[in-house]
């Protein structure tokens, strides 16, 4: 079955410094590859997906990640990070031989003035 | 468009007690799922619906049960809730037929204790 890891709880940085939020994953084929956003009290918002083509994925708000295969990682990242970038980040694999995805425990992001 | 709407927002059980969750999309989606949120634990599915008239198991199926009312209404049942339900619940719905690409959307969420 698939997995997916976080390996941070919490990642901290200012305002205006590049961020990096790391993914790693386990599939058994070829992953299908999402980023999720959760605001406070509020549900999960689709930033965006890796399916296939080029490694390099831009999403809402200025947000890329880097499918990288033989890391098996998919890192979300922003080159300016912005204080109301501050919520909770979660990544999420499908297999294509599977229906249900599987979501990273989440990291969360502060970013501070 | 309200996108997808889930009611009740808070919720208090007694143990054993019985209780639906409501969920309702207007984007016209064939998929709709049901996740739970644990801290600590990310998101895990519970039921989903591939298209109308269809239900399947997720991660953690025990102690619940679904129905797809029509395309739009999709619900989750908890017979006989147990403490170890308390959590918060979500339901999304995707814009493919279940489908490994599928984008899902998500709803504000219920936030149940169950005592």
């Known amino acids: 079955a698939q997995s997916v890891a976080q390996p941070e709880d919490q990642v901290n940085v200012a305002e205006g410094n590049p961020l990096t939020v790391k993914c790693t994953y386990s599939v058994s084929g070829n992953p299908y590859l999402f980023w999720y956003v959760q605001y406070p009290n509020r549900g999960l918002q689709f930033l965006l997906k890796y399916i296939t083509g080029d490694n390099l994925v831009k999403g809402s708000y200025g947000f890329e990640a880097e499918f990288n295969k033989s890391q098996t990682s998919f890192h979300l990242k922003k080159p300016s990070a912005l204080v109301s970038d501050s919520a909770l980040y979660f990544c999420?694999?499908?297999?294509?031989?599977?229906?249900?995805?599987?979501f990273g425990a989440g990291t969360r992001l502060t970013v501070k003035p | 468009n309200a996108g997808v709407t889930q009611t009740p927002k808070f919720q208090v059980l007694k143990t054993g007690q019985s209780m639906t969750l409501q969920c309702a999309q207007d984007m016209n989606h064939n998929s709709m799922y049901w996740y739970r949120q644990d801290p600590g634990m990310g998101l895990r599915l519970i039921y989903y619906?591939?298209?109308?008239?269809?239900?399947d198991k997720g991660e953690v199926p025990n102690g619940y049960n679904v129905s797809r009312l029509n395309k739009r209404e999709f619900s989750l049942r908890l017979e006989s809730a147990a403490p170890s339900q308390t959590s918060v619940y979500f339901c999304?719905?995707?814009?493919?037929?279940?489908?490994?690409?599928?984008?899902?959307?998500f709803g504000p969420g219920t936030r149940l204790t169950v005592l």
């Open positions: 999420a694999v499908r297999d294509p031989l599977w229906n249900d995805m599987r």
């Open positions: 999304a719905s995707g814009t493919s037929g279940g489908s490994s690409t599928d984008t899902q959307y």
């Open positions: 619906s591939a298209s109308e008239g269809t239900t």
